[in-house]
């Protein structure tokens, strides 16, 4: 259901590529302020997480660890700047909620982090979609093989758009929680996901096709024909990225033209993301 009316959004567009291998790739840098700065900001939570390597196929790539060995896991999914302070921030958050979970992030983009919009652009434009869920895949399996019974997988952004996919592509996901992202049809239907799925929106996003509000009702009729358990909740006042909290996130979201700030939603948004994933990863 959905959690608050759509009232309204943004006119602004995105341009949607159709082009394979990378059928959700999408240009947010023309719907950004170019005044957006660059970032080389190191984690205040680096400290706390384990780097680990993942095999699959004929690959190999780090991922980083955080959080109980036995708990229940949690892959954690990187918006388009890469593995950068901010989707440390939000594993290491999720790490500490009750009753306790190990979240893993894996490095799609193979240790590049896009320090500019361009750059982030740049790469997620490069990146190989199904090669990523073939990482996502893999990382659900190394959590299963150490120590977590069940695995979820949340993402944000670019992120929250492979969540979605793993919800349809990758049986041994036990829950997503995707965060202001929708996958192309080419990549995954929703209509076909597996696992149960909870999905958070800004009003005011205004990418649209991908994480605005006609988005998120798009995906809840899919989700309604899945047949799987699903939430679609919007926070009224909110932009694209609301849950960005930490003082470099906020200044980024700003000089992207996002000066939105509203801690109860976010507060709320991670109490539903604690419910859900508690639920549906409780052994």
């Given at each position: ?63 980083y660890v955080v959080g109980k060995e036995d708990a229940p896991g949690i892959v954690v999914l990187q918006e388009w700047w890469g593995v950068d302070f901010e989707i440390k921030n939000h594993a290491l958050k999720i790490s500490q909620l009750e009753p306790g979970f190990k979240a893993l992030i ?178």
């Amino acid at each position: 259901m959905l959690a608050a009316a759509a009232r309204s959004s943004s006119s602004s567009r995105i341009l949607l590529r159709s082009q394979l291998p990378k059928p959700s790739s999408f240009t947010l840098s023309r719907a950004l302020s170019p005044s957006a700065s660059r970032f080389s900001i190191r984690s205040m939570a680096d400290s706390a997480f384990k780097k680990v390597q993942i095999h699959r196929d004929d690959t190999v790539f780090d991922a980083y660890v955080v959080g109980k060995e036995d708990a229940p896991g949690i892959v954690v999914l990187q918006e388009w700047w890469g593995v950068d302070f901010e989707i440390k921030n939000h594993a290491l958050k999720i790490s500490q909620l009750e009753p306790g979970f190990k979240a893993l992030i894996p490095d799609l983009y193979r240790g590049k982090v896009g320090l500019d919009v361009a750059e982030a652009q740049h790469l997620m434009d490069g990146l190989d979609w199904q090669g990523a869920v073939k990482d996502i895949s893999a990382s659900v399996n190394w959590l299963k093989t150490n120590g977590s019974k069940k695995v979820g997988v949340t993402g944000y952004c670019m992120g929250g758009a492979l969540s979605i996919a793993s919800s349809v592509l990758i049986p041994e996901v036990d829950a997503v929680v995707s965060f202001y992202g929708v996958c192309s049809s080419e990549l995954a239907d929703p209509a076909q996901a597996k696992a149960p799925v909870q999905a958070h929106f800004g009003e005011l996003d205004n990418f649209v096709g991908f994480s605005d509000v006609t988005a998120a009702k798009a995906l809840e009729e899919k989700l309604k024909a899945s047949g799987v358990p699903y939430e679609v909740h919007i926070y009224p006042g909110n932009g694209h990225a609301f849950m960005n909290r930490s003082p470099n996130g906020i200044k980024r979201r700003k000089d992207m033209g996002m000066p939105d700030e509203d801690e109860a939603a976010v507060q709320l948004a991670w109490s539903r993301f604690q419910s859900w994933m508690t639920h549906f990863l409780s052994s």
